[in-house]
T-cell receptor, first 112, second 111 residues
Framework: EADIYQTPRYLVIGTGKKITLECSQT?????MYWYQQDPGMELHLIHY???????EKGDLSSESTVSRIRTEHFPLTLESARPSHTSQYLC???????????FGEGSRLTVL | GQNIDQPTEMTATEGAIVQINCTYQ??????LFWYQQHAGEAPTFLSY????GLEEKGRFSSFLSRSKGYSYLLLKELQMKDSASYLC????????????FGAGTQVVVTP
């Protein structure tokens, strides 16, 4: 069963639209992450959070922003979507922070 | 980056054994992880090595040699459901779960 949820699973939108990808987990994990993955390619870390009011950018530069107001919620926002943002976005959480990550099902974004 | 290298694809027969190699270059190291990802699904954690040697978990085993920057994932008694991408990931020092992933090895199991 999934204890980390992402919505929407699939989203097709036009250029210039603002979108928010939701991620929630019920495990009480402090550490949460957003990874971006293109087909056949490796996952790249774009944002992470070690707890409420803590957010940092990852290794891959991204125009998206995140917030962490509640432990269980870690939404990702794109203010003005572009075709280059087309990708799969995976949210994950960790209890220990050692590397055992629990991933959500992913949000597949297509920007036309 | 960690320069993580793993083969792109491997094919094996049901019931056989397949070994997926992973090499990495890093100046520091917290651990090496293997994840399984079925097509269109989220990655799921398989195994974790922090010390040299073999870790066995049922049909799956993972080996690590830190001095050689080398790991492998061994899948035994292959089943059709094992067809998936297997991701090697490294945890750099003080990274607190910020894994760096390889591109994955697509394993195709044939009848």
């Amino acid at each position: 069963e999934a204890d980390i949820y992402q919505t929407p699973r699939y989203l097709v939108i036009g250029t210039g639209k603002k979108i928010t990808l939701e991620c929630s987990q019920t495990m009480g994990h402090d550490k949460m992450y957003w990874y971006q993955q293109d087909p056949g390619m490796e996952l790249h870390l774009i944002h992470y959070s070690y707890g409420v009011n803590s957010t940092e950018k990852g290794d891959l530069s991204s125009e998206s922003t995140v917030s962490r107001i509640r432990t269980e919620h870690f939404p990702l926002t794109l203010e003005s979507a572009r075709p280059s943002h087309t990708s799969q976005y995976l949210c994950a959480s960790s209890e220990s922070g050692l590397g055992e990550l629990f991933f959500g099902e992913g949000s597949r974004l297509t920007v036309l | 980056g960690q320069n993580i290298d793993q083969p792109t694809e491997m094919t094996a027969t049901e019931g056989a054994i397949v070994q997926i190699n992973c090499t990495y270059q890093t100046s520091g190291f917290n651990g090496l992880f293997w994840y399984q990802q079925h097509a269109g699904e989220a990655p799921t954690f398989l195994s974790y090595n922090v010390l040299d040697g073999l870790e066995e978990k049922g049909r799956f085993s993972s080996f690590l040699s830190r001095s050689k920057g080398y790991s492998y994932l061994l899948l035994k008694e292959l089943q059709m459901k094992d067809s998936a991408s297997y991701l090697c990931a490294v945890s750099p020092p003080d990274s607190w779960g910020k894994l760096q992933f390889g591109a994955g090895t697509q394993v195709v199991v044939t009848p």
